[in-house]
């Protein structure tokens, strides 16, 4: 991923230097185990542990004539090795897959670690959020036209919710991913013994891959990439509704505009959702990645490399952008601005047709077959919709046309929004308990 979207910690966990670093903790954790086994000598440990990983740049130079980038990383770092001769017993009985998969666990782990700590102030923020705004009345809408009176609090909680099941499945995702394998050419421990791939996976807090065919099976990391994609979609949800809210005509919601900002080059008054519009194009590059990743699943055979280069590519974009979107919706969240009386403008802009609803009920328990009363309630409703006479003068004529006494009182009633979201207290107090 790009500089413009990487942030330190994240972009340390997918560095070169680090992915070195790991290499070096992997190879010295299995040449331990073989020492303590005595299966190699004991004395080659201590000056295996302490040569420093070799640089990046060094393992390309060297990678430029192997055309391997293992085999260029173990050279590079036997030459740090002293003496040399210590380093013969590095990768022993190992081949590239147990050193790769090993270390690419841990780097998986360590950034859902990074993402899970984001994820926690999301939901965290979300929940504030949503409980600050449960009586902030707005219009509720479906297919982007006025349904029913709601509060804004409301549509906040949902996405909360979402925001924590994304976070679960994160948690259980990290569990397949963080697997060791050690387990030899074509996964049978034909030259390594078992014992090493546990004593590995101990040092590292993982746990033994159940079964490996020189390579895990790619259908964690795909679980993986899907539950970030997920987390993505999410965090473009949150995005989606500030960009609508924030349209001129509607000018419910707004992020933040700072002082000395620009909204455009060439229009001075330009307030535009950038922020919003960031999120929803970089969640379509975490989505990009599900496919990709996914198709590293069928392998030839015990293995080939082709999920190889799909990784290296995807996985630390997926990760990086994925903590990038969700360092953004925190942000957006924390600043945005709710404008609570142009909600309430907008809730009454419609003449009150956002009540049919409860108005249709109460002319069917005035005597009326539902078929009837739903045509002399749409009646009033579609003249209202096209004179912007008020839908309770519609109502009344075409009602005293009909037949049909209304009670003004009963109807003041149905008319109130606050009526609408009088049960929603459970609701919240399901909210204020996420934690």
Sequence with gaps: MIERYTL??????????????????????????????????????????????????????????TQHDVIAFLTAWADNTEPRSAAAYVHHGMTSSDLLDTA??????????????????????????????????????????????????????????????????LRAARERVGVVAISGAVGTYSLIDPSVEVSVAEALGLRPADASTQV?????????????????????????????????????????????????????????????????????????????VMEGIPLWHERDISHSSTERVFLPDAAITTDYLLHLTTGLVENLVVDADRMRANLESTGGLIYTSSVLLEVVERGLSREDAYALVQAAA??????????????????????????????????????????????????AALT
Excluded at 10 to 20: A, C, F, L, N, T
Excluded at 34 to 48: C, M, N, Q
Excluded at 225 to 250: D, F, K, P, W, Y
Aim: charged share 30%; glycine share 6%; proline share 6%.
């Design 382 to 431: 579609m003249e209202t919709w096209n004179t912007g006479t008020p839908f309770r003068a519609t109502l009344r004529e075409r009602a005293a046309s009909a037949g049909v006494v209304l009670d003004e009182a009963r109807l003041d009633e149905i008319c109130r929004p606050e009526r609408y979201v009088a049960q929603l207290d459970p609701l919240f107090e399901r909210l």
């Design 216 to 292: 895990v099976l790619r259908d964690s990391i795909s679980e993986w990439v899907s539950a970030l994609a997920i987390i993505a979609t999410v965090c473009e949800t949150v995005a989606l509704e500030v960009r609508h809210g924030q349209r001129t005509e509607v000018r419910e919601l707004s992020e933040a505009f700072g002082s000395g900002q620009k909204g455009s080059s060439a229009m001075p008054h330009k307030k535009n959702p950038i922020r919003s519009e960031r999120i929803a194009g970089l969640a379509r590059v975490v989505r990009a990645a599900v496919v990709p």
């Design 8 to 65: 330190p910690e994240m972009g340390r966990v997918w560095s070169d230097r680090h992915k070195y670093e790991l290499w070096c903790r992997v190879e010295a954790l299995v040449l331990e185990a073989h020492a303590a086994a005595g299966r190699v000598p004991a004395d080659v440990v201590a000056p295996v542990r302490a040569a420093p990983p070799p640089t990046p740049e060094r393992v390309a130079e060297i990678e430029e004539t």
């Design 104 to 169: 690419l666990a841990v780097q998986l782990t360590e950034a859902t670690d990074l993402l899970l700590a984001r994820l926690d102030r999301l939901v965290a923020v979300l929940r504030d959020h949503g409980l600050a705004h449960r009586h902030t009345i707005r219009v509720g809408r479906t297919h982007g036209v006025h349904a029913e009176p709601d509060v804004w609090g409301h549509r906040v909680a949902d996405i909360a919710f979402a925001a924590a099941r994304s976070r679960d499945r």
